[in-house]
Nanobody, 115 residues
Framework: VQLQASGGGLVQPGGSLRLSCAASGTTANINVMGWYRQAPGKQRELVARIISTGDANYADSVKDRFTIARDNAKDTVYLQMNSLKPEDTAVYFC??????????WGQGTQVTVSS
């Protein structure tokens, strides 16, 4: 499975961005897709994830601001980020879990929230 992420950039506080991640290769058994982020000097953390049924989980810090969605037909996951804050600044990584144990990561896309 290969993951190609896009959509990062520079945005002012309060603004919005939409990240996309397209999976290719052997995608039939992708169970979970999601987004993690890593800020400088911090550990990588879960932002949001969505399973094939559509059930989603969010980090408390992004609830009510971020929305994850998945297009199973296109093997693509989206992260709509609204009301962005400077503390959302990080490299965002797309993630896919195949079955229960095989993890795949995208290349990361930078999100910078600054005035």
């Amino acid at each position: 499975v290969q993951l190609q992420a896009s959509g990062g950039g520079l945005v002012q506080p309060g603004g919005s961005l939409r990240l996309s991640c397209a999976a290719s290769g052997t995608t039939a058994n992708i169970n979970v897709m999601g987004w993690y982020r890593q800020a400088p000097g911090k550990q990588r953390e879960l932002v949001a994830r969505i399973i094939s049924t559509g059930d989603a989980n969010y980090a408390d810090s992004v609830k009510d601001r971020f929305t994850i969605a998945r297009d199973n037909a296109k093997d693509t996951v989206y992260l709509q980020m609204n009301s962005l804050k400077p503390e959302d600044t990080a490299v965002y990584f797309c993630h896919a879990l195949v079955g229960r144990t095989r993890d795949y990561w995208g290349q990361g896309t930078q999100v910078t929230v600054s005035s």
